[in-house]
Structures are given as C-alpha cells and as structure tokens.
C-alpha cells in the first residue's frame, strides 16, 4: 500500500522533487533554473511530466492511490509503480532496443523517472487513428513480445529461478484483480454497473452477449489461464497506447500489470487491438481517403506480428535447446530433433489458440465494459461508431468460441474480411 509519506505532485512541487532527488538533478546537470514540466497522462491510472531541460530530459509518471479517470471512489494500490519499474528494468535486460530506461524509482512516492521518448515518437495508438502506416511495427513488437517472453519462461529458466522471479511480482494482487474483473466479468454480468456501451443502438448486441452460454464458457476457461498460468513474465496490459512509435523507433512502456502469466495474455492483447483499430477504420474515412489500403496494412501488421513472433520465439528456443538452462524440456529426455519437432508444434499451437482467445476478450471488454479505445470512442457520429463497433464485437465473440479451429494466422486474417468488409459492400 502507499507509504504516509506519499503526497502527489504538481508541476510546483515536482520542481522542489527534483532539487531535492540528486539522481535526477545531477541528470540535468543542476541546470534548473529553464526547466520546463508539462503534465500529459491521458491515461486512466497516473500523472505523467514532461521534464525538459537545457542539458537532459525525462518522463516523471507518479501512480496516485486510485484510478485517476475514476476518482477517489475508486482506491488503487501504488505499489503498482513498484512492479512497473521491476518489470522495465527486466524486461530491458533482454530487449534494450525497445525497452525505455529507468533513470530512478522511488517507492515512497510512487515516481518511476525513465527516458523522454520525444518527438516524433507518438502513441501508436494516435497514429492507427491517423492512418499512419509503421513498417517496422511487426518486427520490433515480435521481437520485443518473443525476447522477453522467452526469456522469462521455464524454456530458459530452471525451476527454482521461475519460482523465485514468480514470487517477486506475486504481489501485484490488485492490479490482476482488476483485470479479472474488468475483461473476463465485468462484460459477461448484466448486473454490474460498470459497463457502458453506445446505447441505444448496442443494446441488442449487449444483451445477446451476456445471455451467450457457449461464451461464459470460453471466457471462464480463458480467466482460468490468466489466474492459473504463471508462464512468463508478462507486460499485463499492452494495447497500443503502451507502445510509442516513429517510422524507426517502437517503445513498450506502462508495464504496471506485469506478473508471471499466460504468454498469450500479451500477444493476444496486442494483436486483439490492432482488430480494433481495423474495425474502427470505416468511423475515420472521408472522401479523401476510404482506408481500404491502411486497412490492408493493419491486415498486414497482424499476420506479420504473429508469424515473426512464432520464428523469432522457436529461433530462441533451439538456441538454448541444449546446453541452456531451461528445465521446462530436459534435452536427455526430450533427446531427438522429431520429439523436439513436435514439442514446439503443441507448444505453439496452443499459445497461439491462447493468443486468440485473450485477443477476443480484449476486444470484447473496449467495447461493452468500463474502459474503451479512443479509435471507436473518436468517432463522433455515434450510430457509425456503433457500427463499427458491432463488427468488431461479432468478430470477436467467433473469436473466442472457434479459436481451435484455426490453425494460421492466416485464415484468422482471411476469416476478418466478412466482418470487416460489410460496410464496403453496402455502400459499393
């Protein structure tokens, strides 16, 4: 819980922090007396500051003792700062090229201070809405997702280091609790008074949902691996607004839900919001531009992630196959390249039916419980945005129920376009 000696910080009183916290005015060199701070968090949980100076700048981001979009009413554990700056600092040990770096943490105060990714890096999700087309996204996210994925798994781990690394973030109780509630309840329960949706015109499809037997059955078993699975350390919460890109760059940051999970928690967090931003595509078209080509891209994007994802992780694994000192498949037991062969097949066929899975619930919950995505939510017009919304809710509810069925990503992509196309047939 948050030490007494926590008080949150204004643009004033952070000057007075940073006089006060060698590392972080030694950072600027002493030169204070130009900083400039500017408080941009749009999120629903912290303050973030801009701090820029003559010499150096940074990112200040302080977790406050609630949920920031909700108020007071809805108190939040600041030790989640604790397990983001953990989760940073590791998970930049094994991936640095897109990692940020932590400069300094302090636990009293909720303060991680870590790199100022500046112009023109903006949030990716700000540039799927723009229409902004990221050739290096699905080489950097892949790699990013199988480094410390991997690397934070029994297939690189002993056992006794797993069980020490799980127990280091066991204690990020809070924040799992939330997303128990808020992705694999919340949207499934008539009654809870969280949920929103584009009412009237989602209704229908809301109430079908929640009276979907053969759904509550796919996601009790889905928060049944979240809660169980303590498979790799994972981000806990990456959407497209914890990644930051430019047409070279691609950062991962806000990994406050991390914890030992389910690997296809965060592939498929990922990969289900792409989804979103492709179904949100029709809500931003004009007349100048239709966004069937970007929405080809997304398409793209998608299978690229996954298939770079899928080579980059088995690449690693054979790797460290023998000689490693992963203990999840001991090489004198699991001793021929044909019983390796299918080890990796079962492996990855079930953490890609995870990936899915995850990637359906993500998309359902943006769309009927308590946080939304600003790719539908920046569509003015509410009965397009409902519109698109609808497809998207569809989509994933298949998702979720026909997941084994597929076995590429490729026919996930080619089994997209029905839902995703309507739209352009009516209207053709």
């Not at 009412?199 to 691996?225: C, G, N, R, T, W």
Request: with cysteine.
């Amino acid at each position: 819980m948050g030490s007494s000696g926590f008080h949150p910080l204004d643009e004033k009183s952070l000057m007075e922090y940073i006089k006060n916290t060698p590392a972080l005015s030694s950072k600027l060199s002493n030169h204070l007396h130009d900083l400039q701070i500017k408080e941009v968090g749009d999120g629903n949980l912290n303050f973030v500051y801009i701090v820029i100076g003559s010499s150096a700048s940074f990112v200040i981001k302080q977790g406050l003792p609630y949920i920031r979009s909700l108020g007071e009413s809805w108190p939040m554990t600041q030790d989640r700062s604790y397990y983001e700056a953990m989760a940073l600092k590791e998970k930049r040990k094994w991936c640095t090229d897109h990692v940020p770096e932590v400069y300094h943490f302090d636990r009293e105060m909720a303060v991680i201070c870590m790199r100022y990714l500046g112009p023109p890096h903006i949030i990716l999700r700000k540039g799927l809405i723009a229409g902004i087309e990221y050739p290096l996204l699905a080489h950097h996210m892949s790699e990013f997702m199988a480094t410390t994925l991997f690397f934070t798994s029994l297939l690189y781990h002993t056992t006794s280091e797993h069980k020490r690394s799980v127990a280091q973030f066991c204690g990020n109780i809070e924040l799992c609790r939330l997303t128990e509630q808020v992705v694999f309840s919340d949207p499934y329960n008539k009654t809870s008074q969280c949920n929103r949706w584009t009412s009237p015109y989602l209704d229908h499809d809301v109430e079908a949902l929640q009276k979907d037997d053969d759904l509550k059955i796919e996601i009790a078993e889905l928060k049944s691996l979240f809660c169980e699975r303590s498979q790799a350390l994972i981000h806990g919460d990456l959407h497209t607004s914890s990644v930051m890109v430019t047409q070279d760059s691609t950062q991962v940051i806000d990994p406050e839900f991390a914890f030992y999970g389910p690997i296809g928690f965060d592939v498929g967090a990922f990969l289900g919001n792409l989804f979103l931003a492709l179904f949100a595509q029709d809500g931003h078209a004009d007349q100048g531009d239709d966004r069937r080509a970007y929405k080809e891209w997304i398409l793209r994007t998608i299978e690229e992630t996954w298939i770079l994802f899928h080579r980059k992780f088995i690449a690693l694994w054979n790797q460290h196959w023998e000689g490693g000192s992963g203990e999840a498949y001991l090489p004198e037991i699991y001793n021929s390249h044909e019983l390796q062969h299918l080890v990796q097949k079962k492996y990855m066929e079930d953490l890609f039916h995870d990936s899915l899975g995850f990637g359906a619930a993500k998309m359902i919950r943006r769309t009927v419980g308590v946080a939304h995505v600003e790719d539908f939510e920046s569509i003015v017009d509410a009965r397009k945005r409902a519109d698109c919304e609808r497809r998207a809710l569809e989509f994933a509810k298949m998702l979720m129920k026909e997941r084994r069925r597929f076995h590429t990503i490729t026919e996930v992509v080619s089994a997209i376009h029905p839902h995703q196309c309507l739209k352009n047939q009516i209207n053709d």
